[in-house]
Antibody, heavy 116, light 113 residues
Framework: VQLQQWGAGLLKPSETLSLTCAVYGGSFTDYYWSWIRQPPGGGLEWIGEINHRGSTNYNPSLKSRVTISLDTSKNQFSLQLTSVTAADTAVYYC???????????WGQGTLVTVSS | DIVMTQSPDSLAVSLGERATINCKSSQSVLFSSNNKNYLGWYQQKTGQPPKLLIYWASTRDSGVPDRFSGSGSGTDFTLTISSLQAEDVAIYYCQQFYSTPFTFGPGTRVDIK
């Protein structure tokens, strides 16, 4: 399976971050689809996940601003993060896991920079 | 949230020597229903996404060399590289997938001495 992601790389404060991840070579069933981010030179932060039924879990630290959605007809899932600030500057990754096995497949990463 | 800590922050090991990284979780990540520790280890090289090395604390992911091994249970875990190779230079992260929000350790940088 391959995950390929895309989206805008430069945003202004208060704008909405929008990223999409396409899944090639695998189905959506029986997997969880996550977004994870990493600020420059920093550690990894799990943003949230969605399963094939559309059920979501979000990190409480971001929950008020995050929406993860699914388009099974296109084998894609998406991330929206509203009201971004400079603190949201990071490389954003999409990734696949199962209920019991963590993220064995990752997208290539997208650097999103928030700057006025 | 389960807080993950790692030690050391960084280490330098000679080629062919052993590297050991420790990870501690603020609460147990042992799932009693299947007796599995929901603890993973990742390797991240510069400019690349993390790569899953080990899950369930000690199960190597497909294709991972057997010089990488994981051990531990409950709250204390260890990643061992038995014979360090040049391509093992990276940052290593532990991560719990026992409960949301899933959390990572701060990482341990491994270099060649």
């Amino acid at each position: 399976v391959q995950l390929q992601q895309w989206g805008a790389g430069l945003l202004k404060p208060s704008e909405t971050l929008s990223l999409t991840c396409a899944v090639y070579g695998g189905s959506f069933t029986d997997y969880y689809w996550s977004w994870i981010r990493q600020p420059p030179g920093g550690g990894l932060e799990w943003i949230g996940e969605i399963n094939h039924r559309g059920s979501t879990n979000y990190n409480p630290s971001l929950k008020s601003r995050v929406t993860i959605s699914l388009d099974t007809s296109k084998n894609q899932f998406s991330l929206q993060l509203t009201s971004v600030t400079a603190a949201d500057t990071a490389v954003y990754y999409c990734a696949r896991s199962t209920v019991t096995i963590p993220w064995g497949n990752w997208g290539q990463g997208t650097l999103v920079t928030v700057s006025s | 949230d389960i807080v993950m800590t790692q030690s050391p922050d960084s280490l330098a090991v000679s080629l062919g020597e052993r590297a050991t990284i420790n990870c501690k979780s603020s609460q147990s990540v042992l799932f009693s229903s299947n007796n599995k520790n929901y603890l993973g280890w990742y390797q991240q090289k510069t400019g690349q996404p993390p790569k899953l090395l080990i899950y369930w604390a000690s199960t190597r992911d497909s294709g991972v060399p057997d010089r990488f091994s994981g051990s531990g249970s409950g709250t204390d875990f260890t990643l061992t590289i038995s014979s360090l190779q040049a391509e093992d230079v990276a940052i290593y992260y532990c991560q719990q997938f026992y409960s949301t929000p899933f959390t990572f350790g701060p990482g341990t940088r491994v270099d060649i001495k």
